[in-house]
């Protein structure tokens, strides 16, 4: 007598094995859960079938071939819940590929958690439809979520109901409501409110943060009794982000061996970063960032680190490099608060990104003709972004010198005689 796995049922049937499983545990085809699997009896898989063939009272009972699938079977019903591993499983390829990150994973877990498996996760993947959805997008938006983060949480539950179209669990998937995303840039900093971040930061060096007295929101998850200093680092971090265009991410992640430092005709540093977000360049960054290294290569040492593998910022914790970000996160956060720059001129709330911003901004404020393909490409970004997120700000009295620069008469005797 012939022993069948899970696997190879769903093979015989031409279903899926969460299909056989369903039918297992309601009780429908016998099976035995043995060394971590459903075994299936051969026998037990004809009976199965031969109840299920089709016929009528006044008619012989007709035997259909089991490739034309005709015979008839109760319907399954699939909860929503049974397919998020499944498709976990295709994102979790997709990073080993190098299609997603694997931050975008986590962070798509952790919506998974927080918003979409509370409500979707219990509901069969057939009763899904516009009205459920837009219920989901009115609990959302009473939960105060934003345009941006209601539509990457139903990112996320359209993936599943794909997944359930095109494994034939669903025959096509329901409309999505339609939800308006109004993006406005983060909020740079003027050249005075930078140089306040800067003294602010310097003058809080190696004191501690009051959490008893301080402000429950910027307490750091998990951490509150732990005490927090302020490092002497974080001056230079803030003059580092803003004189090399990189992101929060990259201060995570960035280390010694990523930097160089180049003299020749100009001073500066070439950073050989990590992919990010597809892009894989070397930064060039401002000559400010060079001194900046230096001091911060100094102290390093002094501590016993500053080896090529050792990292830039709070290089003592290596092992939880998220944990070393919400660090810096939870201390600029301090600096902002007191030096009131924690909302920008548009109600904008600013974050540890306001320095990206600001970087990329001077560079289109104060560079002399500044090329915005260039400066995109070295920012690890696109024009669009510039255009879209940091241009946004910009207004013509702002660089009313280049706006009444005229080109020279040399430039136009070429231009209509080549």
């Known amino acids: 007598m012939k022993t069948l796995t899970l696997g190879e049922t769903a093979e015989f049937l031409k279903v899926l094995p969460h299909q056989i499983q369903y039918l297992i ?13 459903w075994l299936i009896l051969e026998d037990d898989l004809l009976d199965y079938l031969r109840s299920n063939y089709a016929h009528t009272p006044s008619s012989p009972i007709q035997v259909y071939p089991r490739h034309e699938s005709q015979f008839e079977r109760k319907p399954i019903r699939v909860l ?14 997709k990073v080993r590929r190098g299609e997603i990150s694997r931050k975008l ?30 219920k989901f997008v009115g609990l959302l938006t009473d939960n105060e979520l934003q345009g941006v983060a209601i539509n990457q949480n139903l990112v996320i539950v359209k993936k599943v109901l794909t997944y359930a179209q095109l494994t034939n669990l669903i025959p096509s998937v329901p409309s999505f409501p339609r939800v308006k995303v109004t993006r406005s840039p983060r909020g740079g900093f003027t050249i005075a409110e930078y140089r306040k971040l800067l003294k602010t930061a310097w003058h809080l060096r190696d004191k501690p943060y009051p959490m008893q007295t301080g402000d429950k929101l910027m307490r750091m998850e998990g951490y509150h009794d732990q005490p927090l200093t302020m490092s002497k680092d974080l001056a230079r971090m803030i003059g580092f982000m803003v004189n090399s265009f990189v992101r929060p991410s990259d201060i995570k992640l960035i280390q010694h061996k990523h930097v160089e430092i180049i003299s020749n005709d100009y001073r500066y540093l070439r950073l050989t970063l990590p992919e990010t977000k597809k892009h894989d360049r070397p930064i060039v960054t401002m000559p400010a960032a060079v001194s900046i290294y230096k001091r911060l290569l100094d102290d390093a040492k002094k501590q016993g680190f500053g080896r090529p593998n050792d990292y830039l910022f709070f290089p003592g914790v290596i092992k939880n490099r998220e944990y070393a970000l919400r660090q810096i996160e ?6 902002l608060t007191l030096s009131k720059l924690k909302v920008g001129a548009k109600g904008q709330n600013r974050t540890l990104y306001s320095l990206r911003h600001t970087a990329i901004t001077f560079r289109l404020l104060y560079g002399q003709g500044v090329d915005v ?14 255009e879209r997120f940091y241009a946004s700000t910009l207004n013509g009295e702002m660089n009313v010198g280049l706006l009444h620069s005229k080109r020279s008469r040399k430039f136009f005797t070429s231009a209509y005689t080549d």
């Not at 545990?25 to 699997?37: C, T, Y």
């Not at 929503?80 to 390829?93: I, R």
């Open 25 to 37: 545990e309601h009780g429908e085809l016998p099976a035995a859960h043995l060394g971590g699997q």
């Open 80 to 93: 929503f819940k049974e397919l998020v591993p499944n498709v976990l499983k295709n994102e979790e390829s």
């Open 330 to 335: 939870f201390l600029f956060n301090w600096v």
């Open 373 to 386: 393909l260039t400066l995109a490409r070295n920012a690890r970004t696109s024009v669009e972004m510039v």
């Open 105 to 134: 994973l986590e962070i798509t877990n952790t919506r998974l958690k927080k918003w979409v498996m509370p409500i979707f996760g219990e509901c069969p993947v057939d009763e899904i439809d516009y009205i459920f959805l837009e």
